[in-house]
């Protein structure tokens, strides 16, 4: 597993710590995969769901008030993480639009240092011990020693994600345009960073640095792209978010595990 963490700087000038850690060698996801729940749909079913003129654009759907940020801390697959049960809550019918923290999750999966995790380990976190509301933990606190007793009783009411590991590209195209929102690695630097006049970011080699969660597809100048909510506030993007095309997971899908994530055990 990899040991450091890339930084960069972003267009503000702030420093981001890059904390996607690939998987050690011959991992194999725990998870259900996608495929054998949900058969992957045809070119023809995604482009009916993507074209349906009652379809809302996720972007549209969830405004900006889910956009996260993780700030100077490797703590993405935490905020992946709340990101996508924030979102699942939503769709299954709970509408109190409760802010929740992606440093709680990050605490007790970075091994005692802040040197980022895998996307899988905040995914099963959540099964064992939920996430808490946003203002019980901050943040900066990212380790066990800093999460409240209070934090911890009541991210017990947040609790468990239905979560499938995806195998291939058409199973990640078929779970976005059936409404699922998947978690994914990319490679964060300067091109991602820079979005063309469609708003699509440009694309930097690697083997996968940061977590992020997409949460729709559509087609955008001709394009097929997967909407992204990034982890750095609004400042980011297009108001945090930007559309990838597949370009952007040419490396890291074959690094990381990709996982889409239907619903909350939670209920309304």
Same mark, same amino acid.
């Given at each position: 597993m990899a040991d450091e963490i #890339?930084?960069? &700087?972003? &267009?503000?000038?702030?420093?981001?710590?890059? @904390?996607?850690?690939? *998987?050690?060698?011959g991992f194999v996801s725990s998870m259900r995969?996608?495929?054998?729940? %949900?058969?992957?749909? =045809?070119?023809?079913d995604i482009k009916r769901a993507i074209t349906d003129p009652n379809r809302m654009p996720r972007r549209q759907l969830f405004g900006?008030?889910?956009?996260? #940020? +993780?700030?100077?801390k490797s703590s993405c697959n935490?905020?992946?993480?709340? $990101?996508?049960? !924030?979102?699942?809550?939503?769709?299954?019918?709970?509408? #109190?639009?409760l802010l929740l923290s992606g440093t709680y999750t990050y605490a007790f999966i970075n091994g005692g240092r802040d040197q980022g995790s895998m996307l899988e380990d905040g995914l099963k976190s959540v099964g064992?011990?939920?996430? /808490?509301?946003?203002?019980? /933990?901050?943040? =900066? +606190?990212?380790? *066990?020693?800093?999460?409240s007793a209070a934090a911890k009783e009541d991210a017990l009411k947040h609790k468990g994600l239905a979560c499938y590991a995806i195998q291939t590209? !058409? $199973?990640?195209?078929?779970?976005?345009?059936?409404?699922?929102?998947v978690g994914v690695a990319v490679h964060a630097g300067s091109n991602f960073q820079r979005l063309n006049a469609n708003g699509i970011? @440009?694309?930097?080699?690697? !083997? $996968?640095?940061?977590?992020?969660? /997409?949460d729709d597809i559509c087609i955008v100048g001709g394009t097929e792209v997967y909407d992204m909510a990034n982890s750095w506030n609004l +400042?980011? $993007?297009?108001? @945090?978010?930007?559309?990838?095309?597949?370009?952007?997971?040419? !490396?890291?899908?074959?690094? %990381?595990?990709?996982?889409? /994530?239907?619903?909350?055990?939670?209920?309304?």
């Open positions: #890339d930084e960069i &700087v972003d &267009v503000n000038g702030l420093v981001r710590r890059l @904390g996607s850690l690939l *998987p050690p060698k995969t996608f495929e054998t729940e %949900h058969p992957s749909w =045809d070119d023809a900006d008030r889910w956009i996260l #940020d +993780q700030k100077s935490g905020f992946l993480v709340a $990101g996508i049960l !924030q979102k699942a809550r939503k769709l299954r019918g709970i509408n #109190d639009d064992v011990r939920g996430v /808490c509301r946003a203002d019980l /933990c901050t943040w =900066d +606190q990212i380790f *066990p020693n800093q999460v590209k !058409q $199973g990640f195209r078929t779970a976005l345009a059936a409404g699922f929102t970011a @440009g694309v930097d080699r690697g !083997q $996968g640095n940061h977590a992020v969660h /997409c +400042q980011y $993007g297009t108001r @945090g978010r930007a559309y990838l095309t597949w370009d952007s997971f040419s !490396q890291t899908f074959g690094n %990381h595990t990709f996982y889409a /994530c239907p619903s909350t055990e939670e209920k309304p």
